[in-house]
């Protein structure tokens, strides 16, 4: 079976996170999304992927080459000015022949794909959609279905009094490579504009597929941040009933488990007066000095340093991330080489993209976010 993935997007909700890193590359539990991708659409089957990239490809071409090193065999279509979702797999048309899997490359979920696959040939769809409950549906494409899941109408993104289901696109699809001769060649395109309303209007069969699988969409620090917190607690409640991340152990933290909810990568140095609140993931080489806390839910990256005395909770490191002497980091996200200095207080919600220094005596209140690179000299900031 093949799949596109559709990964070209900017990921600008997500700056600056994603300034120097496209959003399929950002990490879930110090690894990067799209290999956790891969590894799934591999456990399920999917043989052959084609990344429809366009916002830093390189970044994902020289991490994953030609796919060797994860067992599937990966192909970059070129697209020299994004294309659109539609217009990205319609530029990949030549090589599809057969049904085909199509997933927006941000969309964290343990959807099984076998039973879509199944739903998808019971029904004689030409395209299947996966859906998903939300609670606010006007961010989403909104689906509306007869009482046998063929759907009766997709609108993008409607305003509040237009939406009128709360299911919505999951961004996963069965497609037929016949629907594909609807979209335009070499222009730009959108299925949930484009192709997905079209073919509705035209009476093909387009169907919907209720999944109650977990979902999120990591398209903003808010939910890339939750998505850490409902793997590490084990439970994502959320509408349309609870749904036991751990007990399926959707994702494991890599590392050893030296205590329950506590998972140490190789390497790590931790003094013995550290207070370690489960659930904590430390990547290799991580050193925490005498004194500090660490309280989760919360992930370190690799070979980070936590100071003395410094507490760090619930918060999201990335690689390389050195916290100051008696610092406080509080549920705020910390990409890669980030120095908070002695004494720094983050706030939740804040935001320090990679390389970010703050020197000593600085104070963040909540959802300061810092651009790449950006040095806070000592005691610029100070508490309102
Ligand atoms: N190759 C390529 N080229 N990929 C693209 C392009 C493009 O021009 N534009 C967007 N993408 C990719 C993005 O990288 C992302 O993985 C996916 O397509 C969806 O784009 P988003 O920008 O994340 O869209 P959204 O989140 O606002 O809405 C989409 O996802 C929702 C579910 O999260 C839509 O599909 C909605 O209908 C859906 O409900
Ligand atoms: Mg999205």
Same mark, same amino acid.
């Given at each position: 079976m093949k799949a596109v993935v559709l990964a070209g997007g900017e990921g600008i909700r997500l700056r600056p996170l994603t300034s120097n890193l496209p959003k399929p590359m950002i990490p879930i539990?110090?690894? *990067? &999304?799209? #290999?956790?991708?891969?590894l799934r659409l591999k !456990? +399920? =089957?999917?043989?052959?992927?084609?990344l429809a990239l366009s916002y830093l490809p390189e970044v994902v071409k020289s991490r994953f080459g030609d796919g060797d090193g994860l067992g599937v065999r990966l192909f970059y279509p070129q697209e020299e000015r994004p294309l659109g979702t539609a217009g990205a797999v319609k530029n990949w048309a030549i090589h599809l022949n057969d049904a085909f899997f199509v997933f927006n490359g941000d969309i964290f979920t343990d959807l099984d794909l076998g039973q879509v696959l199944r739903f998808h040939r019971e029904k004689q769809a030409k395209a299947t959609i996966v859906l998903t409950q939300v609670e606010d549906p006007t961010a989403y494409g909104v689906v509306e279905m007869d009482p046998s899941g063929r759907v009766k109408r997709f609108v993008e993104k409607p305003p509040a009094d237009q939406a009128n289901s709360r299911w919505v696109n999951a961004g996963t699809y069965v497609l037929e490579?016949?629907?594909? !001769? +609807?979209? @335009?060649?070499?222009?730009?395109?959108?299925? !949930?504009?484009?192709? &997905? @309303?079209?073919l509705v209007e035209m009476g093909v069969p387009v169907y919907g597929y209720p999944s109650r699988a977990y979902w999120m969409d990591l398209g903003t620090p808010r939910n890339y941040l939750q998505v850490h917190r409902d793997l590490l607690l084990g439970g994502a409640s959320f509408i349309g009933g609870s749904n036991l991340v751990g007990q399926r152990s959707m994702v494991r933290p890599d590392g050893e488990m030296v205590q329950e909810g506590v998972w140490v990568g190789a390497g790590c140095r931790i003094a013995p007066d550290v207070r370690l609140k489960p659930p904590v993931a430390l990547g290799p080489r991580c050193v925490v000095e005498s004194g500090a806390q660490v309280l989760g839910p919360?992930?370190?990256?690799a070979e980070c340093i936590v100071g003395a005395g410094a507490v760090v909770d619930?918060?999201?490191?990335?690689?390389?991330?050195?916290?100051? *002497?008696k610092a406080t980091l509080t549920r705020c996200i910390v990409a890669g080489g980030v120095v908070v200095g002695a004494g720094v207080t983050v706030g939740p919600g804040c935001v320090l993209a990679? =390389?970010?220094?703050? #020197? !000593?005596?600085? +104070?963040?209140?909540?959802g300061v976010v810092l651009w790449p690179g950006k040095h806070l000299e000592a005691g610029s900031l100070t508490r309102a």
């Open positions: 539990l110090n690894r *990067p &999304f799209l #290999e956790r991708l891969l !456990e +399920h =089957g999917v043989g052959e992927v084609a490579p016949e629907v594909l !001769e +609807h979209i @335009p060649a070499g222009k730009h395109s959108m299925f !949930e504009r484009g192709l &997905f @309303p079209l919360l992930v370190m990256g619930g918060a999201l490191l990335w690689d390389r991330v050195q916290v100051g *002497p990679d =390389g970010v220094v703050v #020197e !000593e005596g600085n +104070h963040l209140g909540d």
